[in-house]
């Protein structure tokens, strides 16, 4: 596609529920980012893919969040028994390379009540 | 990890008028990015910028890695400039861009 491509845009969830946030990068683009951001704040890293493997994931903030990129295109960020402070946008983006300018989604918005 | 300070934290601006942001960081960096995030939450990449100058349009940037600043301008500024710009860092050892603290810029007629 010609953007980062995310969905939903919006997602309200009860507290407990699991979540699935879809990103669909910039064709031909290897390198896949997540970030969070909150309220007021600026984006902050969540986990890097390079092709199909997680090359670091040292910004999920714990074992309830796990992100997969099976095929090295569409990723999938996943969310188990969600709290409220999960609550934020979460921002994918994509480049050509690790690296290389990056280029954002317009993000999925989530709220956990 | 690396702090990135960016200053002023917020900016009021008439149509027309001139603009310098700063962004400060404590480590050497690999790679520095600026972005424009518009009232409506969407992150533009405004330029890739590890080192030197770059200008696009009214936009220009200089970094000047030796001394761990880099510098966003705006001129002539428009009411669509307002947002908020963050500067983001990558350094060697981590395979990441950290961003910013960021300016909040409103441009008014």
């Known amino acids: 596609g010609a953007g980062v491509s995310q969905t939903p845009s919006n997602k309200v969830t009860e507290k407990g529920k699991y979540v699935e946030l879809r990103c669909d990068p910039i064709?031909?683009?290897?390198?896949l980012y997540w970030y969070r951001q909150s309220l007021g704040q600026g984006p902050e890293f969540l986990i890097y893919?390079?092709?199909?493997?997680?090359?670091?994931d040292s910004g999920l903030p714990n074992d309830r969040f796990f992100a997969v990129r099976p095929e090295g295109s569409v990723s999938t960020l996943k969310i188990q028994r969600t709290e409220r402070g999960d609550s934020a946008v979460y921002l994918c983006?994509?480049?050509?390379?690790?690296?290389?300018?990056?280029?954002f989604g317009e993000g999925s918005w989530l709220t956990v009540v | 990890g690396i702090q990135v300070e960016q200053s002023p934290p917020d900016l009021i601006l008439q149509e027309g008028a001139n603009s310098t942001l700063r962004c400060n960081f404590s480590?050497?960096?690999?790679?520095l990015q600026w972005f424009h995030q518009n009232p409506w939450g969407q992150l533009i990449n405004l330029f890739y910028?590890?080192?030197g100058t770059k200008q696009n349009g009214r936009l220009s940037a200089t970094t000047v890695a030796t001394e761990r600043y880099s510098l966003l301008y705006i001129s002539s500024s428009q009411t669509t400039d307002s947002g908020v710009y963050f500067c983001?860092?990558?350094?060697?050892?981590?395979?990441?861009?950290?961003f910013g603290t960021g300016t909040r810029l409103q441009v008014t007629l």
């Open positions: 983006a994509s480049s050509l390379t690790f690296g290389n300018t990056i280029y």
């Open positions: 064709s031909g683009h290897t390198a």
């Open positions: 893919f390079q092709g199909t493997g997680a090359a670091d």
């Open positions: 480590d050497s960096v690999n790679n």
């Open positions: 910028i590890p080192s």
């Open positions: 983001a860092v990558e350094t060697g050892t981590a395979s990441k861009l950290t």
